[in-house]
């Protein structure tokens, strides 16, 4: 079980090490591993064992991340490892998250390697995603500089579970992220996630407040768990009144998996109900997903009201965008980065091998 040696740990009296990477702060003796499954206490110290190892790569659209207001149109190199420091019992990509087996990590690259890699397919960023990069940090922070250097962006698909010392850290290094805000109860978090929601929230704070990282916020909603009006409208009116009116939010539709079989697949109207709820409170950016829905995928100006860029799934039919980001009937800036030009990337997803 050799590995990466990793910061943020230390030794406790009693001879094991805790890992200080996340509020879980797992205490290990020699040969154990932490929940996430991926750090683990060698020779009396926390190593990384899947450093350069990833469960695969793909080329994604950006808006699949979801990114919204992030190069558009572009496409994404996405990779993840494996393991998770959550517990979700709905998970989407439980046979990544919730692997124990190191062996399907089929796919090796050194950061240098990736990063090149991202280039000469022409893709404009990396994410890490599939999996929370917080449990492979140190292997997300070398990409993200290796990235930098080639001018490469770097994208972090994050449940924001992470402790404050090593979260600075991180989002020195990315361009942007998509924080899943699982719901807006302790409840929710502690019986279904196996988590507590204030870390994720102070994640979402910190990344307001202390960074340039552009960042959207994304929330599964699940029939008779969190989707209730009263739960969205406080959701929505922390977002505006700590984080501001731009901060995008995505509604997006459950299905079925993992431990969560017994709930049906979410309603189209339920996520209709929620963007317009979001809208009312005054978050100027919300949109649906995993629905198809031409007028929730939508941005629209905060000034005007006339459509900024439409979407179709994951093709963009309409741009109305200047140089500068601005809206092209009355000049409102959109708040995001964009080119001059949208990226064509559409809806492919192309898997690839390094």
């Known amino acids: ?3 990466f040696v990793v910061r943020y740990w230390h030794r ?3 001879g094991r090490v805790q890992c200080d990477m996340c509020p879980r702060y797992c205490k290990l003796r020699n040969g154990q591993r932490g929940s996430c499954f991926v750090r683990a206490c060698h020779d009396g110290e926390i190593v990384l064992t899947t450093y350069g190892r990833s469960s695969g790569f793909c080329i994604d659209p950006i808006e699949k991340k979801p990114l ?6 572009t496409p994404v190199l996405s990779f993840g490892t494996a393991g998770c420091n959550l517990a979700c019992h709905f998970c989407q990509n439980w046979d990544i998250s919730k692997s124990r087996e190191i062996d399907t990590l089929a796919d090796q690259a050194s950061p240098d390697r990736l990063a090149k890699a991202a280039k000469e397919l022409g893709c404009r960023s990396v994410a890490f995603t599939y999996n929370d990069p917080v449990i492979f940090h140190e292997y997300a922070i070398d990409v993200a500089q290796a990235c930098r250097g080639l001018g490469i962006k770097t994208v972090a698909v994050t449940a924001g579970y992470v402790c404050p010392e090593p979260r600075e850290e ?4 990315m361009d942007a992220a998509n924080v899943d805000l699982k719901a807006f109860t302790e409840r929710f978090y502690s019986r279904i996630c196996v988590g507590h929601l204030q870390p994720v929230l102070d994640t979402l704070v910190y990344l307001k407040k202390n960074t340039s990282v552009w960042f959207e916020i994304t929330t599964l909603l699940i029939p008779g768990e969190n989707d209730s009006e009263d739960e969205i409208e406080e959701l929505t009116q922390w977002v505006r009144k700590h984080l501001g009116p731009d901060v995008p939010i995505h509604f997006t539709a459950f299905h079925p998996d993992w431990k969560m079989l017994d709930k049906p697949t979410t309603p189209p109207l339920t996520l209709t109900r929620a963007r317009k709820i979001a809208i009312k409170n005054g978050i100027r950016y919300a949109y649906t997903g ?5 007028e929730g995928g939508g941005t629209y100006c905060h000034g005007c009201g006339k459509k900024l860029i439409g979407r179709d799934w994951y093709v963009l039919t309409d741009w109305n965008l200047d140089d500068e980001g601005r809206c092209t009937y009355c000049e409102t800036e959109c708040p ?5 030009a949208p990226g064509d990337w559409g809806p492919k997803r192309l898997p690839v091998r390094l």
């Open 1 to 3: 079980m050799r590995g």
């Open 290 to 294: 995993n629905v198809h829905d031409e």
């Open 170 to 173: 991180f989002y020195r290094y």
């Open 336 to 340: 995001g980065l964009f080119e001059k």
């Open 12 to 14: 406790l009296d009693d």
């Open 68 to 73: 919204n207001h992030f190069l558009p149109g």
